[in-house]
């Protein structure tokens, strides 16, 4: 506190002693102001909320130092006091002191250093006193804050409609909210303390197995709920960073979160349902409209048109304009037929009723039949295709056309969308320190990356969903059903396999799959790697 900006009040009846400490207080650096009875310093308490300090005699007329004491404290007033008596009023002093005084000082030859002592003792005491008074107001705000998040967080948990689960570092369950009870049909009240293994087992136990998988990437698994009802879980781990250590973050536990998806999947199999009774209705009279409409335009070529005079130019027109437009029939009725047969193969692969003709095979047979498959595509558009494939790859266990089927659609979707450039074919093989893949077995990748128009960020997590064609629909005309990136997924996760895309706005693409090797060796060995440019 700055000593000159402090004022200090003296209460004293005896003009003598008034004017004393008023001179020795002055001296000292502080302001002062005088009052002859305690009376008339609450009074000038009460309207001069300057006043930092009291120092007060005991025994005066009108109203007593002790009176006045209590008189201020009534009021609500902190102000220091500070009793100044006699050496034969020191039971009164100490009695002050009981009442609110915060110290005292006697009337003795001493008094001209001990009242500066006492007063900056005071002082002192008063300040750190308003502190402690602050930090617990403080205190007791971020206590009641912290109460009040406390309660709305456990309001919102309680009444989540998804199951929350929180484990520590020990797989042992911290959380479980009412929800996850509901939906597992135990109750969450009593998992608290358990361990996962103990807790989930029978229809529940891929949720233990994944809370124990310790990835750091979030897992998700499909588990059926109580009732025969089907939920979806996702288990991601909870980690603490560490402030200025170079240590890996410290794993807390896991955070899993289940939801009940069973009008979601009904919902998925009535359209899936739906879309392959609408499919095999469509998939005959097509077949009849294609049919009929081939013979029709053998016949009007072969028949019809000869017989037309050829000099005439309307009939010439009109002969043209008639092939144009049976030749768009034909064309439609393809793409329609192709359309049909992605959704009944898609249809088929999510419901578990395709067979698969798995052998082992060797990759670069399978891309380069790809490869020349595509060959007119590459040829009409002026786009390279670059062949960069290992040496001595192993097989991979698989239905050889399923696979052709999947890099025949990523080469055709990289043509499609590049306009200038080219389109590389790459095949390595990765140890099991690489691979994504539960088992640990070698695996063989392969890649094919263009220099097109590349794909949005925000469109990303769309390209391998149903019926989506990323880009802006309403300038670009879509090129595909929207169906063969997401037969290309279900293809190869049926094999094991994982599929991903990466690319930026402008900077082409890159579509990667990787499928377990198989144990059986590759059927041919190159000394040296494929680096072709067809």
């Not at 998804?162 to 049909?185: E, F, K, S, W, Y």
């Not at 990759?363 to 786009?383: D, M, N, V, W, Y």
Request: charged fraction near 25%; aromatic fraction near 4%.
């Amino acid at each position: 506190m700055d000593i000159a900006k402090t004022k200090i009040l003296i209460v004293e009846d005896d003009p003598f002693v008034q004017d004393m400490l008023a001179t020795i207080l002055e001296g000292g650096g502080y302001a002062t102001d005088k009052a002859g009875n305690g009376l008339e310093a609450l009074e000038k308490c009460l309207t001069d909320r300057s006043i930092d300090l009291i120092v007060s005699d005991v025994n005066m007329p009108v109203m007593d130092g002790i009176q006045l004491i209590k008189e201020v404290r009534k009021r609500g007033m902190e102000v220091p006091i500070i009793m100044v008596t006699g050496v034969s009023s020191i039971s009164v002093a100490v009695d002050a002191l009981s009442s609110g005084a915060i110290d005292y000082v006697l009337k003795d030859e001493g008094i001209e250093e001990t009242i500066i002592i006492t007063v900056k003792r005071a002082l002192a005491k008063h300040q750190l006193k308003l502190q402690n008074l602050q930090l617990v107001a403080d205190l007791a705000k971020k206590t009641t804050e912290q109460e009040d998040t406390l309660s709305s967080l456990t309001a919102i948990i309680s009444n989540m409609p998804d199951g929350l689960l929180v484990t520590n570092a020990q797989v042992q369950i911290t959380l479980a909210n009412p929800a996850l009870g509901r939906m597992c049909g135990i109750d969450e009240t009593k998992l608290i303390g358990q361990h996962c293994q103990d807790a989930f087992h029978g229809n529940l136990a891929p949720l233990f197995e994944m809370i124990c998988s310790k990835t750091d990437h979030p897992v998700a698994v499909q588990i059926e709920l109580a009732g025969g009802r089907t939920g979806s879980a996702v288990a991601a781990a909870i980690r603490k960073q560490l402030a200025f250590s170079e240590k890996r973050d410290e794993f807390l536990g896991n955070l899993v979160i289940v939801r009940d998806i069973t009008s979601e999947k009904e919902l998925e199999r009535m359209k899936d349902d739906f879309l392959s009774t609408v499919s095999h209705e469509l998939r005959t009279p097509l077949t009849s409209v294609l049919g009929f409409t081939r013979v029709i335009k053998k016949k009007l070529a072969e028949v019809v048109f000869p017989q037309l005079p050829p000099a005439d130019a309307k009939t010439r027109r009109t002969v043209q304009q008639i092939s144009d437009n049976l030749d768009i029939i034909v064309a439609e009725g393809e793409r329609l037929t192709t359309l049909i047969n992605d959704v009944l193969d898609l249809s088929k692969m999510e419901a578990g009723r395709i067979e698969w003709r798995r052998e082992p095979a060797p990759i670069p047979e399978i891309l380069e039949h790809a490869i020349a498959a595509t060959t007119s595509l590459f040829e009409r558009k002026g786009i390279a295709i670059v062949k960069n494939i290992a040496a001595g790859l192993p097989s991979v266990s698989c239905d050889r056309d399923r696979i052709i089927q999947v890099v025949i659609n990523l080469l055709s979707n990289a043509v499609k969308f590049t306009d200038s450039g080219a389109v590389t074919v790459t095949a390595r093989r990765r140890l099991p320190t690489d691979c994504p893949l539960e088992g640990g077995e070698d695996f063989v990748a392969v890649t094919v990356s263009d220099t097109g128009i590349g794909i949005a960020e925000k469109d990303m997590d769309k390209v391998f969903e149903k019926f989506k064609q990323v880009g802006d629909t309403l300038t670009d005309r879509p090129k595909g059903s929207g169906l063969g990136l997401p037969i290309c997924k279900q293809i190869v996760e049926s094999h094991g396999g994982k599929i991903w895309a990466e690319s930026s706005l402008g900077n082409g693409s890159l579509f990667s799959f990787i499928l377990p090797a198989s144990q059986n060796p590759p059927e041919s060995r190159r000394d040296n790697d494929i680096a072709e440019t067809a």
